[in-house]
């Protein structure tokens, strides 16, 4: 990071990828690895002159820290620190050309390195204050009490945020609503030398999550999707080989459009035979108007950095910018290019953030005249 007076290089990328390599070094897939992590984060942030503050949640941290004056708009650049679990040689990242790969690369520790370092860029400017916001349990199914809820109430909103999920350099104004259930399968017993004298449950809950994939909800479609996302997640039954098993238990990950409604989804799954269904998470969809004044000035900031047109997208992903929108507070997720994320070759284009870092910072230089706010 250059300090005070120094020149700043956005695009060697070479400052994104050493602070990037060092936060995937840390196995933030379990607490003790996410406490590491926040604590390298304060101190990098301490470091160049920028206090943080720290919240709780299931006695995991919740990094805040703050930059520009106490008074006028207050943009949040936010984010998550903890990871998918992933194989130990995956929190070793390795560079290949523009690729730096490694377990949540992409997905988001490259976004977080560039919004501290964005954060740090714009220490000194006095026009509008950046909120830069890390939580530590964005991939947990917790359905209650998660970080970004405990984050917004205790005060930490502002007049727009950013969410750092991968994007591709694109503005993420849709996101698809989560409804977890979980189906219990009724089937009938028997010895497994005569599996036609009993109901083979385990059978059964395939031809069950079939039938899913085949109800009204699963084929709709949107503006800005193709069609629900639905994944057989788990599977447990059978206590015996030589048994017929006579329950099994499927949990079934359904991400939803903005324009569909839960309880419909749920009354189409009941409905199927000889099956019993209770929901184990919920998330709701966001949406947020492609076409006012902050979207745009991002997307107009990161026009310069991006081939092609800048547009708004829907994300299939589930999305904590429904957090800052519970309470009012305009949310879009926009993050960096890169691919494979919770999969074992994730990786994040270093040139993207060097030019997610600068768009960060020219998108907060710009809020203030975006809002009418005198300088």
């Not at 994104?16 to 604590?39: F, H, K, M, V």
């Not at 502002?158 to 989560?178: C, Q």
């Not at 497994?192 to 084929?219: C, H, M, Y």
């Amino acid at each position: 990071m250059a300090l005070r007076g120094e020149p700043l290089n956005y695009h060697a990328g070479m400052q994104e990828r050493l602070l990037a390599e060092q936060l995937i070094g840390y196995d933030t897939s379990n607490p003790e690895g996410i406490r590491n992590c926040a604590g390298f984060v304060k101190g990098w942030l301490e470091a160049r002159d920028i206090p943080t503050k720290h919240l709780l949640v299931r006695e995991l941290p919740i990094i805040v820290a703050e930059v520009g004056p106490s008074e006028g708009p207050v943009v949040v650049v936010h984010g998550h620190i903890d990871v998918v679990p992933g194989q130990p040689g995956q929190f070793e990242p390795i560079t290949d050309g523009d690729r730096l790969i490694g377990r949540g690369a992409y997905d988001m520790k490259g976004a977080a390195a560039a919004m501290m370092l964005a954060l740090a860029d714009l220490r000194d400017q006095d026009d509008v204050r950046v909120r830069l916001a890390f939580v530590p349990d964005e991939e947990t199914e917790e359905e209650v009490d998660r970080g970004s809820d405990v984050l917004v109430d205790a005060g930490y909103g502002g007049d727009f945020a950013i969410t750092g999920e991968p994007t591709e350099m694109l503005v993420g104004v849709a996101a698809k609503g989560v409804l977890a259930v979980r189906i219990e399968v009724a089937g009938k017993a028997a010895h497994g030398s005569t599996p036609w004298e009993g109901d083979n449950a385990i059978t059964k809950a395939f031809s069950v999550f079939r039938a899913i994939e085949s109800l009204p909800f699963s084929r709709q479609s949107s503006e800005l999707f193709d069609r629900p996302s639905i994944n057989l997640g788990r599977i447990m039954g059978g206590d015996a080989l030589n048994k017929v098993p006579d329950t099994c238990v499927i949990d079934v990950d359904i991400r939803y459009l903005p324009e569909q409604d839960q309880d419909s989804i749920l009354e189409q799954i009941r409905a199927i035979p000889d099956t019993e269904v209770t929901t184990t998470f919920r998330r709701p969809p966001v949406e947020v108007d492609p076409h006012s004044p902050m979207v745009r000035a991002l997307c107009e900031a990161a026009r310069p950095h991006h081939p092609d047109q800048v547009t708004s997208i829907g994300r299939d992903g589930a999305s904590d910018a429904v957090s800052f929108i519970r309470v009012g507070v305009p949310a879009v997720e926009f993050g960096p290019i890169g691919g494979g994320h919770h999969g074992p070759g994730e990786w994040v284009s270093l040139a993207s953030l060097a030019s997610y870092r600068r768009t960060l910072g020219d998108f907060a230089r710009s809020v203030p005249g975006v809002l009418g706010v005198a300088r």
